[in-house]
């Protein structure tokens, strides 16, 4: 048994997850592990309730993960997301511990949402979370500069848009903005921002070379794409759109797919194209060497009249010392 994701298809792999984010007596649909040298030891049968004695010994023996073979990932997921608006909530459990917990489940619903982009659950799943990540963001100041200190650098379709979700709402945090329906419009449409890349195939996405000129007509379909896809659903607040439709969008017109210019561009636009293009240049790609945060905030400030100025300077802000990540 193993981890390792080079192991042989026949071998069980498993998954690290917090003892914390088990829930008292819940009866669970997926076995729990203990790591034991290199072997995965079983520990505790599906359907048999997790108490707190239980609870109790792994604490003694200094357990705070537990392992979940890969092949019950989507019951756990499920069992999170179901009890994701407690966990986020319950102070007992360290803050940094539920930050994470918030993001590993973004990060798998987003790959179910990109799997399935148009299935009205999906898109639903997905609205719930940013209620439950807006609900923690809200619970405490140190919150949201949590979920950032937590953010992947490496890149992937999944983390790309949780990571833009989470700078979008840290920098509508950091400009005022408290009011949960709003912050919720906006984190759902960041982080469905890119949604419509579902139709431009991997083979494009993925290309290394220069695009040729139909592949770039392709790549710059993709807000609307996104728009349609998501409107068959008919559960998105109007104000999540922006993102979606404009975060490709620049002030000073240079922007797609509308070209629109600074007083054209929605609030959330103008938010989600500040994260979008940051977590684009900080993170590692196959054709893209990451660049850190200062050189990225230096480059996007050089573009002039790109980013909407007053926005980019509480984004830069809001990386330094007065700001929410001080180290
Ligand atoms: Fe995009
Ligand atoms: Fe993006």
Redesign the pocket.
């Known amino acids: 048994m193993s981890l390792d994701s080079s192991a042989p298809a026949t071998e069980q792999q498993f998954f690290a997850i917090f003892l914390d984010s088990l829930r008292l007596d819940a009866i669970l649909d997926f076995d729990l592990y203990i790591e034991q040298g290199p072997e995965f030891i079983l520990y505790r049968s599906a359907r048999l309730p997790f108490t707190e004695k239980t609870r109790r010994m792994l604490l003694e023996n200094n357990t705070t993960r537990l392992f979940v073979s890969t092949d019950s990932r989507q019951s756990y997921q499920h069992y999170l997301e179901c009890n994701l608006p407690d966990i986020v909530q319950d102070s007992s459990i360290q803050e940094s511990v539920r930050g994470s917990i918030v993001y590993d489940s973004a990060k798998f619903l987003v790959k179910d949402l990109f799997a399935k982009p148009s299935l009205v659950e999906n898109v639903r799943r997905g609205q719930e979370l940013i209620e439950s990540t807006v609900s923690f963001i809200l619970s405490s100041d140190s919150a949201i500069s949590c979920l950032l200190q937590i953010m992947a650098f490496d890149y992937t379709t999944y983390t790309h848009s949780v990571n833009v979700c989470t700078l979008s709402l840290a920098l509508a945090q950091f400009i005022g903005i408290r009011n949960p329906s709003e912050l919720e419009a906006l984190g759902t449409g960041a982080l469905l921002?890119?949604i419509g890349k579902t139709r431009v195939g991997e083979p494009v996405l993925n290309k290394i070379e220069p695009l040729t000129p139909d592949e770039l007509f392709l790549i710059k379909r993709?807000?609307q794409w996104g728009c349609e896809l998501l409107q068959k659903s008919n559960l998105l607040a109007p104000e999540s759109y922006y993102p979606i439709i404009q975060?490709?969008e620049r002030m000073n017109g240079s922007g797609y797919p509308h070209g629109l210019g600074r007083n054209d561009i929605h609030l959330f636009g103008r938010i989600t194209a500040i994260a979008?293009a940051f977590d684009a240049m900080t993170t590692e790609k196959a054709y893209r060497h990451a660049i850190d945060s200062y050189p990225a905030l230096k480059e996007m400030f050089a573009e002039e009249g790109a980013f909407d100025p007053e926005l980019l300077s509480e984004f830069a802000r809001m990386f330094g010392p007065s700001g929410l990540i001080d180290d």
Do not use: V
């Open positions: 921002h890119d993709h807000p975060h490709h979008d």
